[in-house]
């Protein structure tokens, strides 16, 4: 995967009138970018193993899970505290405990948590809960 970049002058944008030149890395550690496009790449990563694995769309059971999984960290997180759905995923404690007070190490483990459940389909039913 190669990453591109371009420059866009849009109306909205101010950062023009700045006058200030920056080097693309400048401008990427300015804006703080590193951390999305790092998370980027390992949503990337997932969706093209779900792609060789289970091509075609997921099942709206297996699409609302990962939604909820990636995009609704707050019912994630009281799914792993309360409901066990990481029973069948050994997590590090010091993972967990990161992750239960970080959203970006709580969605990196939501990515791994995906990426386990898409490797190992029949370790979960359809609800994403124990066997």
Same mark, same amino acid.
């Given at each position: 995967?190669?990453?591109?970049?371009?420059l866009?002058?849009?109306? $909205?944008?101010? =950062?023009?009138?700045?006058g200030?030149?920056?080097?693309?890395?400048?401008?990427?550690?300015?804006?703080e970018?590193? %951390?999305?496009?790092?998370?980027? #790449?390992?949503?990337?990563?997932?969706?093209?193993?779900?792609?060789?694995?289970?091509? =075609?769309? +997921?099942?709206i059971?297996?699409?609302?899970?990962?939604?909820?999984?990636?995009? #609704?960290? *707050?019912?994630?997180?009281?799914?792993?505290? $309360?409901? =066990?759905?990481? *029973?069948?995923?050994?997590?590090?404690?010091?993972?967990?405990?990161?992750? %239960?007070?970080? #959203?970006?190490?709580?969605? #990196?483990?939501?990515l +791994?948590?995906?990426?386990? %459940?898409?490797?190992?389909?029949? /370790?979960?039913d359809? $609800? /994403?809960?124990?066997?």
């Amino acid at each position: 995967m190669t990453a591109q970049f371009m420059l866009l002058r849009e109306s $909205h944008c101010l =950062g023009f009138e700045e006058g200030k030149t920056r080097t693309l890395q400048q401008w990427i550690d300015d804006q703080e970018v590193a %951390v999305y496009n790092e998370n980027n #790449d390992k949503l990337m990563q997932i969706i093209s193993l779900k792609n060789r694995l289970i091509p =075609g769309p +997921l099942d709206i059971k297996s699409s609302q899970l990962f939604y909820n999984a990636l995009y #609704d960290l *707050d019912n994630f997180k009281w799914q792993i505290q $309360h409901s =066990g759905l990481l *029973d069948n995923l050994k997590v590090n404690p010091s993972i967990m405990d990161r992750a %239960v007070k970080n #959203d970006v190490a709580l969605l #990196d483990l939501a990515l +791994l948590w995906i990426e386990h %459940v898409l490797s190992n389909p029949n /370790g979960l039913d359809k $609800h /994403g809960t124990k066997r």
